[in-house]
């Protein structure tokens, strides 16, 4: 039997599989780390009982992360003779309700639904949206909607057809294709993809080894996890196609040990491929032979970097080393090795299967392909989003994730994590490609991408980053380990409003000196959100240390809460009993006020004081207490 | 051997083939600051990023312990950009160094003196902040040595000697980040690890963190 024969014997009974589910009514619930978080696996156990209760016949799955994280739990449900709709936030109550209405009778509770699926008379699609139509979806196209736990659901949607292809391919020609395709790599570099395979490929040394890197660290970021725990077959078919091409038999996914559902999905796959005879020796009948290690990393950032990442896997302590020689010629144990993260080896089988001309018509020129990222912070729409390279930043912002939460001001994305850069109004317009953020100071890093608004303090985010690579820093270079350091505290003093406005000069020069003279790629982008923030966002420093002023009232040293008098009530208190430092005492004209010696700055009064008031705000710089009989405070204690 | 012409600092040279710039500039008496750079290891440490050069055709300096030599290059060490690295690298060891020279056993013999001899820096600071704030204890548990990590300058050399040379292992790199230090596994007193005192460590040591006892006293 060839290869292909083998390959379609194994696809047919899947899809027969799968046509059979489609006869019944078949719920999904989105059960990734994200879901979870929300409610999910209450809600999966809700429609279990339901179900049983009414004796329903119906396909109750697991399934990963469709990306509309603002709308978790997310629910499918395909009924045959109705359009596939996707609801969310589902409750115990609205599921029980769509037991009751839409799997018993046939009422699909369009009120609960966010979209229709597939195009129909009754209900809007996702195309429907505005973020519907800017997105085009590669590599997340079927995450939450089928079961990652389940081999069939991926061979039926033409899983592992490009691994069947390649296998009747010369080597040489799969790393031609990649090339043709100019995909670059989704770490954060951009490098092209298929140069470091073929350099891989020529390189002398036996065995070779690929590397899939799942060590996703950045603060905010979820976009592997969701991958990985959504769609793990998709990836684990990439890298046996990145074996092929190299000629490796032995492959690692260096994944976290944080992420337990994904490594527990990515066994589960594992297993599952071997089954089929997709992995192990002779894979789908050929001369080939590959395997898969999960080696689940202990969680340091700077594992995330590849020559420490090698470290790691050979048991030495994390810790960069210089390159060049470059893991292609001299990687794992001194073997040529091939290192790509998840979204890079997610693209491969699609590559394959539609061509590399069919990949270099989406996206831009020279970054071709979608950007997947994780949009979080101040936007309406937060979830995983993937768009053409190429979307604009306010395309992104306001289409796809439907502009600021309570009509606040936006006032920055920060872009690609600790790595990256914070790029203010005027940037709106850039596309987001390798080259632009580059350019601009930014970085595409792994794909996080955090809005902030009027509340944000710029001096605060590039302090928040530098602490996060500052702690995370490996220590074993000079300007990594102290340069940092002496940033850091700096960035600390400026916050609490003892910074000089020759900190500023020190603080440029040491971040430019950080970038250009640390070891590895950590220390030379740490001070992107520093030189970034410095660059678009120097009178927010300004007004630090010369008014002793945080413009965005979030410096906890340089603000103040107080009651205004004319906005209290005599009829509320709950302001009292929020505060847990008893602060706040009631006047004699029963209004609210603060004692400034005992406010802590927890901000839960002003979270309590009710809407139709709003009597707690904020100012900055802070008010100087006037000392009346605090000089003989704490005798009474003795 | 054979051989290849580079340029330093508009003098030629011939130097070995395949060698490190380092390695052929310092045989061509040619001095370029460094600490952690061994000629023994196979993969340079690069970790004290003091050795930076410049080389034409290279869009940034690079540092020269790591980059081999090639007929026709042309370096230059002194450079504006070369001479930024170099100070604020050098700057930020002394942050995190105690630097009472006069009180130290290696005044004069220090190889931190000597980068601020040949490079006209000054060996206090004027610019960056002391992050040395809280001195860490002093380890004279051997008969032989001290140990004073307040002084090291993180260039393993003690650790290269310990592991390569005579085979023992009783140190290496603890913990991460800016609190990454030489010290024995568990941070026990040298005394209560494997160390066998041989010393060997200590005479590698080019700053004052390991001393031999009768130069303290």
Redesign the interface.
Known sequence: MSISDKYHAIRFAAVEKIEKIKEKPHVLVGTATCGRAAGALTILDVFREEADKHQLDVIIDEVGCMGYCYAEPLVVIAKPGFPALCYGPVDEGTARRLVADFLVNDDPCYDFAIAALEPNDEFPTFEDFPRGVIEKKIILADCGLIDPDDIDHYLARDGYAALAKVLEMEPYAVIEEIKSAKLRGRGGAGFPTGVKWERCFQAEGSPKYVICNADEGDPGAFMDRAILESNPHQLIEGLIIAAYAIQASTGYIYVRAEYPLAVARLRNAISQAREKGLLGDNILGSDFSFDVIIFQGSG?FVCGEETALIKSIEGK?G?P??RPPYPATCGLYGKPTVINNVKTLSYVPHILRKGADWFRSIGTENSPGTAVFALAGKVVGTGLVEVPMGTTIRELVYDVGSGIKDDKMFKAVQIGGPSGGCLPESSLDLPIDFDSLQEAGAMMGSGGLVVLDEDDCMVEIARFFLDFT??????????C???T??ML??LTDITQGKGSLEDLN?LQ??AE?IK????CSLGKTAPNPVLTTLKYFRDEYEAHINEGRCPALMCKDLITYIIIPEKCSKLCDVCIGSCPTEAIYTRPDMLKAIHLDKCVKCNNCMVACPPQYKAVIKVSPPIVEEKEETVEGGKEDE | MSKVNITIDGQQYQVPAGEKLLWAALDCGVYIPHLCANKDKERPDASCRLCFVEIEGFDAPVTSCTQEVFEGMVVKTRTARVDRLVQTAFELLLSNHKLRCGKCPQNRQCELQKISRERKLKLKLTRLRPLLTEEKAVDDSTDVFIYDPNRCVLCGQCIWVDHKVVEVGAIGFINRGFKRKMGTFGDVPLAESRCTQCGECVKVCPVGALVFKEKTE
């Open positions: 340091a302590p810790v080393d210089h500052q702690k995370e820093s490996c220590g074993k270079c000079t300007f380990r102290l340069g350091k002496q505290d700096i020190i020069d040491l000196d250009m003279g640390s070891l």
